[in-house]
Structure formats: C-alpha cells, structure tokens
C-alpha cells in the first residue's frame, strides 16, 4: 500500500494538553488530531477526510516560556486585548477580563517522521498543497511553524526481518500489549476526531503509548507492524 511520507522540523512546538490550565504541558509529540488538523487545512478540508498516521521524531530539549494568558470571565463580552498591530498599547480597565501568568513547556529542535495513508486523490492532494501553497504551514499553535524537509510517496508492507527503533514513537496499546518484551511506555489516550453532540464535541480517543528509542525495542516479522520501503517502521493509529 502507498503512503505519503513526511519529515518535518520545527525550531520549538508546543502540542498542549487538552486538560493542562495553569501550566500548559505538551505532548512529546503532536497527537494525531494535531496532525490531522494540519493536514486538512492544507486540503482545505471542511469535513474529515479518511485517513491513518504514523506519528514518530525526536527532540532536542524542552524548555519553559514564560506568558501572559488572557481569560474571558463570561462567554459573552465585548471586550477583547488585541488590537490589529498586537497587545494593546495603552493600559485599560476590564470588568469581565482577568490575565495571569502561564508557563508553557516547549520542545526545541522537533524532528518529525510521519507517515499518511489515504485514497491516491488525498495523497496527491496533499504533495500539490505542499508543492503549491502560498502559506506557512504550522503544527500545534499558529506560531509553531513547520518546515518540510522531506515527502515522498512510499510503498508500506510488513516488516519481513527483525527491525530495531529507531524514533520515539507512538505505539497502539494493543500493538504493545501483545509483544513478548516488557515495555516502560507512556500511555496516553490521543484525540483523533469528533462529533458534536448537544454543541460540545465528543472526541474519538486512541490508546497508544510513547515508547524511547533508546528503550532498543525491536520488531520482527511476527509483530502486527509495517515498515516503508527504506526500512522505517510504520505504526498506523487505526
């Protein structure tokens, strides 16, 4: 099967957690969703399209930054901190606005492996996006901004001889509950897509853990895992 290959680099990203108010936290990698959400505005997609990820990379440290968050007391207000040219200048009085101050954790030098599998049409939707598109294209907040070292189109079989980690990755929960090795992994349960119920979103939630590469994992011709065709392992969320 064909899959569109990506590696991507990002000078700092933040992938915060949904629950994460008084610090926000990031992911050690962007969660599916993120990466979805990125891929359907490159298509410029307004409904979801179909699709399987396999999400790995590497960073190079983590950092904290220091912000100033602005929380809106009520759902309804008129008053509002930006003006068109950023923060406005001039101090003001809002009654139904509160500020406080807000470590976020930052990743720094992210390396992103990741493969997309979907219908030829969405495949080739998404190289002409990148081939052809007139903006930046971010992951994880709007600043967090994406380059595009690589994409390719690849074909993905099953591993065929023992293969070695070689990205942290995340790994379906059934994937590594059925390996013979004991694992230390992170698990985490991942948004993937939603429905809107009653007007909040319900989100779809996928079990994986974050596995180390240096925890020297390996897979072999066994395990229910795919690799490309230069030897990168493959572990679809679906």
Not at 14 to 24: I, Q
Not at 157 to 186: F, G, H, P, W
Not at 206 to 218: C, F, K, M, R, T
Request: with cysteine; proline share 4%; aromatic share 12%.
């Amino acid at each position: 099967m064909k899959a569109l290959r990506l590696k991507l680099y990002q000078e700092t990203a933040c992938y915060k957690k949904p629950l994460a108010f008084k610090v926000g936290e990031t992911y050690p990698l962007p969660p599916y969703a993120t990466v979805k959400g990125m891929l359907h505005a490159m298509l410029g997609a307004n409904e979801f399209i179909p699709m399987r990820l396999s999400i790995q990379g590497t960073y190079e440290a983590k950092m904290v930054d220091y912000q100033a968050h602005y929380f809106f007391k009520k759902t309804d207000v008129a008053e509002f901190p930006l003006v068109l040219d950023g923060l406005a200048s001039k101090p003001y009085e809002y009654e139904h606005m509160t500020k406080m101050p807000l470590y976020m954790h930052l990743l720094y030098g992210v390396q992103l492996l990741i493969h997309v599998e979907a219908v030829p049409e969405v495949l080739e939707a998404i190289v002409a996006a990148i081939e052809n598109g007139n903006t930046h294209w971010s992951l994880g907040r709007w600043e967090d901004l994406v380059r595009i070292d690589e994409y390719e189109l690849v074909e993905v079989k099953e591993i065929e001889e023992r293969i070695r980690l070689k990205y942290n990755a995340y790994i379906l929960r059934d994937v590594l509950n059925s390996l013979e090795t004991e694992l230390n992994a992170v698990p985490y349960q991942l948004n993937w897509k939603y429905e809107i119920k009653n007007g909040i979103r319900r989100w779809e939630k996928i079990d994986v853990g974050y596995v180390l590469a240096v925890s020297g994992l390996e897979f072999d011709a066994d395990d229910d895992v795919l690799q490309d065709q230069d030897g990168n392992l493959v572990f679809y969320n679906l």
